[in-house]
């Protein structure tokens, strides 16, 4: 009787404990999701007002890297009309003219930009190609220099800078 006694005993102490476990655990549960309606109202409008900012903030910053990416290819554009006119004036000064189009100078090829001399300018006796052709008796090919090309004395105005006035001796 007494083992018996003690055995249900423990069986309802266990019990009891399993029980109040349970209560505690759906309190709990309870506890964090139960809330007022003022609470829960509460909640909704912040969390709708932090979206909604979040939205705006997002907008605001997407606007503004298009206005820079805007500036910074308009600031690319600008830099290389510069250059191109850079280029263009130390070619005049250089006395060089590029032929845009490709029938302009004999000996030209497609695809190439044809550069050929202005009347007047270079020391080489040759005929100025764009307003002279050359004798059509000639059947020898033509050195460059003919065609206003003096690729070895010239080739910084080809490849380089423009050359540097040689300074006068004192």
């Not at 263009?88 to 695809?111: C, I, M, N, Q, W």
């Not at 004798?135 to 080809?158: H, I, N, R, V």
Request: proline share 8%; charged share 40%; aromatic share 6%.
């Amino acid at each position: 009787r007494l083992t018996a006694y003690r055995e249900g005993k423990l069986r309802k102490e266990q019990e009891e404990r399993r029980l109040t476990h349970e209560r505690e655990a759906t309190a709990r549960r309870c506890r964090s999701t139960e809330r007022t309606r003022f609470e829960q109202r509460n909640a909704e409008m912040i969390r709708g007002l932090t979206s909604a900012r979040a939205q705006r903030e997002d907008s605001e910053i997407k606007a503004q890297r298009r206005e820079q990416k805007k500036r910074r290819i308009k600031a690319r554009e600008e830099e290389k009309k510069e250059q191109t006119e850079l280029i263009d004036t130390e070619r005049k000064k250089h006395g060089v003219v590029v032929a845009e189009k490709f029938g302009k100078a004999p000996g030209s090829f497609a695809g190439s930009l044809i550069v050929t001399r202005v009347p007047g300018q270079w020391s080489s006796p040759a005929p100025d190609p764009v307003h002279e052709s050359p004798s059509p008796k000639s059947t020898k090919s033509q050195p460059c220099s003919s065609y206003g090309l003096d690729w070895f004395a010239d080739a910084e105005l080809w490849f380089g800078e423009p050359p540097k006035p040689k300074p006068k001796p004192a």
